[in-house]
């Protein structure tokens, strides 16, 4: 998935910042747990800090960053050659798209999240947090958050084949919950935070639905003065880069990996075949209402991939 080379990078749209933090398990999605628990935490009043600390290993030293986009990262050219300006056009991207799409067909209006990019660790509106949660969305402080290192731990640890569309998609999905954030749906998740079809699955599979929707759209409306779309058009091999992401992601995936069978009682982001299919679900119809995971009597079989 190629960026327009010519097309410019906003640099106060992205923070970054960061230092060093200490390690802990890659809790992916934002994480598997820890998006869920934050959740239930801010609706219910409770300490989001002290939660995000005990799933990132992150302790009370260190800083979040609030410099610019960095410096390197000027053009589409530079987007297609490093992974940080990838994120931040991808960004851009995002905006374009739900600032047009989420007015046309809902009753909401679009605002932007804040993005940062972080090294190490980071202080957040849901606590301090690290590394190793993996990207992630703070509904606090509508803010998403990215160590770019992520996406080779991806693709060495997780098997994701590392294309450009596999690590958009990432940048996509944690829209995808500030989407329902707006929408009003992410407190969804915490009545019912694990299980094959608990509430948190569906969430997250609704927020790879969105990344599709997203991906419907971004090669064709033309970017902010411009007559070009943020991105050149998909190809076959661009949406397998993204499947492979979404699928490197799944549940069973990660639990037949790390325990050698799969529980399916403690999902809670859904299978690799879910996470593939509620993705192109969104790229093939472009349509939010496509992506009612809550109302789903099957996630197996997405009502619009029914022929």
Sequence with gaps: MTFNEGL?????????????GKGGGLVLGGGAV????????LLLGGDPGSVLGQFTGADSQGEGGTAQTPEHCK??????????????????????????????QTTKRYTEPKVTLFSGQVSTGCGRASSAVGPFYCPADQTAYFDTSFFQELKDRFGSSGGPLAQEYVVAHEFGHHIQN?????????SDPQGAESGAVRTELQADCYAGVWAYYADKLPAPNSNEPFLKPLTENDIRDGLSAAS????????KAS??????????????????KWFLTGYR??????????????LNNPPALKQ
Excluded: F, M
């Design 34 to 41: 820890g998006i869920i628990v934050l959740i239930a935490t």
């Design 8 to 20: 410019q990078i906003d640099p106060d749209r992205v923070s970054s910042g960061g230092g060093p």
């Design 75 to 104: 053009t589409g050219a530079d987007a297609n050659k490093y992974a940080d300006c990838r994120v931040v056009l991808t960004v851009q991207s995002l905006d374009g798209v739900w600032s047009t799409e989420l007015a046309k």
């Design 248 to 255: 490197a992601v799944g549940d069973d995936r990660i639990q």
């Design 285 to 298: 119809t472009g349509q939010v209402k496509a992506c009612d995971t809550y109302s789903a009597r099957d």
């Design 259 to 276: 325990t050698g069978r799969v529980n399916p009682e403690a999902w809670t982001h859904g299978s690799s075949d879910q996470r593939q």
């Design 182 to 190: 707006l929408l009003g749906d992410l407190g969804k998740a915490q």
